[in-house]
């Protein structure tokens, strides 16, 4: 009798629950409204919303490579299938056209749509919830002047149950919090401008913080590391695994043009993130420089002294450009014989001798990808070498993913590691390899 009673009250316990999750769920659709004239918004409110946008690259999720700009049908890859960025052009059927600014900042504080629909945390709703109200009504103002596009995004693609909207909304009972930036007043103006733009518009911590199991990024963790579309995204913080240690002005030459004498380019998921952040403002991007730099915090004396190991073993020492420019001392004869043959055939004629811009890639010494714990980056740069910037005489890199077997790339690999840094040697490097060209 007792179990019995034990039980019914436990399913009439589980029963309310779900009737409290699914009442606190079920949201209202905003009224559609006539599509706002581009008149209505004053230029200085959409100039600023163009360097906002710059920021939340809004592009990178939301323009197709070969589509209109704005007007979705970007698939992002997830663990648990795929999602597609939407149209956000001003068009009132297939667009935002007829969202007012009030369904806007409910979709960018809240990830809810206009019709009441809970939205997957692809979008990155859970930084953007800590954007000030006049910031919203900037970006709502450059979105609601862009050329209209009619055009539909393919349907999500996701395993069942994700492939059900009200995940989306347990996900947000468990990970989303309200949030706003608040200034700290023992901090600078432009360290607080930094803090409030890294973690809410820039959503740098979704690809440079880690993520637990259901894909929430774990906050005792901020900017510790992460993962993203196979590439590893270095740790921001203390732990930075970059060779040289980041400066304020080392990470706003790598923020404003993708790269910086003293470590390597902006490769992978990377390169889009500083492409798209081209019109956002110095002083914001400095800011965010700023931040970063305080976040890594000033090097330890272990860290000091391989820095200066490192630039011994640079021949002429010191000066930047010798560094950007010179052949690293280093014995090849004492790593695997094969290894060294690639990297002498293939590699060294770019990194090793003199080559300037745009083919003299710096000493390996310097990248973080040869010091990171995991091969996959390096590997990724080696099958896919490293695209010149649009229209600028950028730096650019072969990739070798037609010349080199797995096991060449393994070898070669772990042959530039032995030589080039002072970490432990890769395991299952070629499994690695395979993966990353099997999609994994
Ligand atoms: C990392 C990728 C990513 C970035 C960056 C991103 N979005 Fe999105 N956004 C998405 C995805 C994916 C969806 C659709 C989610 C879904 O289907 O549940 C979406 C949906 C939206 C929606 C809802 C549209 C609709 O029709 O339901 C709006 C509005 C939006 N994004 C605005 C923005 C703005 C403004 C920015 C830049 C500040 C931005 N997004 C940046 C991925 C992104
Ligand atoms: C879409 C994912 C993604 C986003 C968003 C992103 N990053 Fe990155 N970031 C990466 C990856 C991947 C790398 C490694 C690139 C490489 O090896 O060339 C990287 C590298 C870096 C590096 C160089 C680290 C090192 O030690 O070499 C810095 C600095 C950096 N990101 C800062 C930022 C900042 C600041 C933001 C936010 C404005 C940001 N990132 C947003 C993926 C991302
Ligand atoms: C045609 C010239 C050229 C060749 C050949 C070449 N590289 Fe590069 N590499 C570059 C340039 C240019 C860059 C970008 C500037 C930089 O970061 O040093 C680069 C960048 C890199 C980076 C840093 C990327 C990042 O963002 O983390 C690594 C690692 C690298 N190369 C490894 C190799 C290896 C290994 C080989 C041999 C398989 C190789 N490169 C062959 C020119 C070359």
Redesign the pocket.
Known sequence: MRAVSVALGAALLIALAAAAFLVWAARPAIAPIEPPSPADFSADLVDKGAQ??A????????TNSDGSPYA?G?A?PTPFGS??????TPDPDT??GS?SRVA?AR??RE?I??RG????P????DH?NKLADGDIDA??AF?MTREPVRAT?PP?RLVFPLNA?IV?AAWKLLFLRPARSEPRSDKSDPWNRGAYLVEG?G?CG?CHTPRNILGAEEPQKALAGGEQEGWIAPSLDQDSPAPIHWTEESLFAYLRVGSDRLHGVAAGPMTSVVRHLRPALDEDVRAMAVYIASTMGEPAPERRSREEEIFASLPKGGSADAIATAEPAGSAADAAPTGAQIFAATCSGCHTNRSSRPLGGRPLVLQTAVALASPRNLIEIILHGIEPAESEPGEMMPGFADVLTDKQIAELAAYVRSRFSDGPAWSNIEDVVRGIRNGR
């Open positions: 906002l946008a920021i939340g690259d809004c592009a990178g999720c939301h979705g970007v992002l999602i597609y960025g939407t149209n956000i667009g935002i969202w806007f979709a960018m990830g749509d206009r629909r809970h939205l997957y692809a979008f990155p709703y953007f970006i709502y979105l995004s999500n909207r989306a518009l959503h979704a």
